[in-house]
């Protein structure tokens, strides 16, 4: 049975798609590009009490240790997690050896409406690389590389170091899709 998780027994609190998108959006106005990175430090943040929660959500239900599940598992899991705090539905998998990749076409950060010209979860990034670099044991960077707020049918975030995603990055500025600028490392 899936245990009911109680936000205030979490240090979390509810806000709004709505209050959030608000938020991403003023500061971007008054802060220009700047935001995007203070809104993504305030996701890193929050991530090691959600990673917490995740972990005594899965003890709540008779589950191991969050690093001990098999991916599948793992997958359906954090799907379920993510879903009950509001956030929505994802899927993990391997994009290469280098790179994982978060799928979800859900996601309460993302604004379908917000007809954006660039990805714009940026507190879910932040969140992401906190919440599985803990799980992986190292640092992680996330790089979101699809945006439902931009038209996309699916939000898609990069999990790996930060030199992996630097590389993508830098790979997708010369006109290389991530796809093949992750397989390039292998």
Known sequence: MIQHIELSDNELVAVSRTALAALRQALLREAGPAASSC?????????????????????????ANPEELEMSEFTHRASLFFKELGWGTLTVSALSDAVAMVETADWGEADPQAALDHPAC???????????????????????????????????????????????FQEMERGTSYQDAARQLA
Do not use: N
């Open 39 to 63: 809104i993504q430090e305030a996701g890193y943040a929050g991530g090691d009490v959600v990673f917490e929660c995740f972990r005594d959500w899965l003890r709540a239900q008779g589950k």
């Open 122 to 168: 940026h507190f879910t990034t932040g969140m992401f690389a906190d919440f599985f670099g803990r799980l992986s044991g190292a640092p992680l960077a996330v790089l979101e590389v699809e945006c439902r707020s931009m038209g996309a049918p699916r939000c898609r975030f990069l999990l790996g170091s930060s030199e992996v995603l630097q590389h993508i």
